[in-house]
């Protein structure tokens, strides 16, 4: 069952009956709070003999160590301290959570000797324990850990305690917008339709979040041809989805994000094959990410004015569905010849994209879609695929994915594979077969934008279905949250 962390700092405390957890660096010196913790050196006895050298995210376990108040002694090593990353202390957050085991009380002594731990570090350790204690398993009536404790207090002790509480608030929004994309992904088709999506966007409401829902009346007058045509084919209306975060100044120009929300994708008439379809309940995984971002600016009172847009549809093959040959018109009044139906987020995009740029005038547009399979062959699941028109929000983006490791890949756009796609019905189509397949979708998109920095991301295999990591145990992994956070708090806030 999922596990919840009460969070909090101090400059010392008790560790009776409490799971006591060290942090130490490889070499030899001492664990974090060694005296408080193991006056008479059990744990030092015990890593000689276990052989035990502090590389990173190893772990010691000493239960009920002698001469000690806590129940047990965990110390995790963090490595050589000149290789410690961003990430590193995320990760060895994460590591801390998966030892808590059956532990009702953790006690965290984040003093390493050997290193300055700063505010930010311990906020970004905290962060990565929450992260690691999500576990979806809502729909599970038999749980098998049903003796484990559903709230852990843990209390992180360090000299700087008020400073690290401080940037905790900031990283505690972050999880909890991870947390809602992970949920969103993770939750069965048959419970979140487009409706159900846009009905949890307007809980964002609650925390200061501005937020509008267009119906297939409203984007029908604006002539959102593309999206709906995505939509026709299933008995759950399509919706889009404005979200506003005012918290800059009243004159700067907001910066938008984008996210498919394709909330099942059969492949419609070009239907997929049927094994492994089930994973096509995480083809939102874009719009995941972009309500999970609002929920974290706002939360954390980002300084920044930001949008967020959700095409939100079902991709369905009934007898009302389109049709390849079919043409469509995009808001943009580009038309477009349907060449396979599985080519979709594309489509719902399109319309989403001229609308955030003629309707917001942005400082730049991001989107993020699982958007083609062609991205997974091309990086597997270690990045995600870039494709920009700006080489400053290109390098932006790429610098805040290397701080959160969310990673990405730049990916090229030429006018040889805009050729691709061009019809001899239309102006465009909306596929040009498997060669380039991803660039070819990107230069899809680039025809809805104009002079607007923009840059698409292409989530396919790092939104779901993901390696699992420190932490991350979830088959959705919130991706795209801590990224555009980060790009947002290194460059565009104050």
């Given amino acids: 069952m999922s596990v919840q962390l009460n969070i909090s700092f101090a400059k010392s405390s008790s560790v009776a009956a409490s799971l006591a957890i060290q942090l130490k660096l490889s070499g030899d010196l001492p664990a974090s709070g060694l005296s408080e913790v193991d006056p008479q050196g059990v744990g030092a006895r015990a890593a000689g003999i276990a052989k035990f050298s502090a590389k990173a995210m190893t772990v010691l376990d000493v239960i009920a160590p002698h001469g000690s108040d806590a129940d047990r002694l965990t110390v995790i090593g963090l490595g050589k301290p000149d290789t410690l990353t961003v990430y590193d202390w995320l990760r060895a957050g994460g590591v801390a959570a998966a030892n808590l085991k059956n532990a009702k009380k953790a006690v965290v002594f984040l003093d390493v000797p050997g290193l300055d731990v700063s505010a930010a570090q311990a906020a970004d350790f905290a962060l990565g324990?929450?992260?690691?204690?999500?576990?979806?398993?809502?729909?599970?009536?038999a749980k098998k850990d049903d003796d484990k404790p559903a709230t852990v207090d843990v209390k992180i002790v360090m000299a700087g305690h008020a400073a690290a509480k401080k940037a905790f608030a900031a990283t505690e929004a972050i999880a909890s917008g991870v947390v809602l994309a992970r949920d969103l992904v993770n939750l069965p088709p048959n419970v979140l339709g487009p409706v159900e999506f846009a009905d949890k966007a307007k809980e964002l409401k609650a925390l200061g979040v501005e937020v509008e829902v267009l119906t297939e009346v409203e984007m029908k007058k604006l002539g959102m041809g593309a999206l709906l045509g995505v939509a026709q084919g299933s008995v759950r209306p399509p919706r889009l989805?404005?979200?506003?975060?005012?918290?800059?100044?009243?004159?700067?120009?907001?910066?938008?994000?984008?996210?498919?929300?394709?909330?099942?994708d059969t492949g419609g008439i070009s239907i997929k094959p049927g094994a492994g379809m089930e994973d096509m309940k995480g083809d939102m995984g874009g719009a995941a990410a972009v309500i999970g971002l609002m929920h974290t600016l706002a939360a954390r009172k980002a300084k920044v004015n930001a949008v967020g847009i959700l095409g939100l549809v079902e991709n369905?093959?009934?007898?009302?569905?389109?049709?390849?040959?079919?043409?469509?018109?995009?808001?943009?009044?580009?038309?477009?010849?349907?060449?396979?139906?599985?080519?979709?987020?594309?489509?719902?995009?399109?319309?989403?994209?001229?609308?955030?740029?003629?309707?917001?005038?942005?400082?730049?547009?991001?989107?993020?879609?699982?958007?083609?399979?062609?991205?997974?062959?091309?990086?597997?699941?270690?990045?995600?695929?870039?494709?920009?028109?700006?080489?400053?929000?290109?390098?932006?983006?790429?610098?805040?994915?290397?701080?959160?490791?969310?990673?990405?890949?730049?990916?090229?756009?030429?006018?040889?594979?805009?050729?691709?796609?061009?019809?001899?019905?239309a102006d465009m189509k909306n596929s040009g077969g498997r060669p380039a397949g991803s660039i070819t979708a990107a230069q899809f998109l680039k025809r809805f934008v104009g002079d607007t920095p923009w840059a698409h991301l292409d989530i396919a295999a790092t939104a779901m279905n993901s390696p699992?990591?420190?932490?991350?145990?979830?088959?959705?992994?919130?991706?795209?949250?801590?990224?555009?956070d980060e790009l947002i708090r290194a460059n565009y806030e104050g």
């Fill in 129 to 141: 324990m929450l992260l690691r204690s999500y576990a979806f398993d809502s729909y599970k009536t």
């Fill in 316 to 425: 369905m093959p009934d007898g009302n569905a389109q049709r390849p040959g079919d043409i469509v018109t995009s808001m943009s009044g580009q038309t477009i010849e349907i060449i396979n139906t599985d080519a979709e987020g594309r489509l719902v995009l399109a319309d989403a994209l001229f609308y955030t740029k003629e309707r917001f005038k942005p400082r730049f547009m991001v989107n993020l879609a699982t958007l083609t399979g062609a991205i997974v062959v091309a990086l597997g699941n270690v990045h995600a695929g870039l494709f920009s028109n700006d080489e400053t929000l290109a390098g932006q983006l790429t610098a805040a994915g290397e701080t959160t490791s969310e990673k990405l890949w730049r990916m090229p756009l030429a006018k040889e594979y805009d050729k691709i796609i061009d019809s001899r019905f």
């Fill in 241 to 264: 989805v404005v979200m506003h975060w005012n918290g800059g100044k009243a004159k700067d120009k907001p910066v938008a994000f984008v996210g498919k929300g394709v909330v099942f």
């Fill in 468 to 484: 699992q990591t420190e932490i991350n145990t979830s088959w959705a992994s919130g991706y795209g949250v801590r990224l555009l």
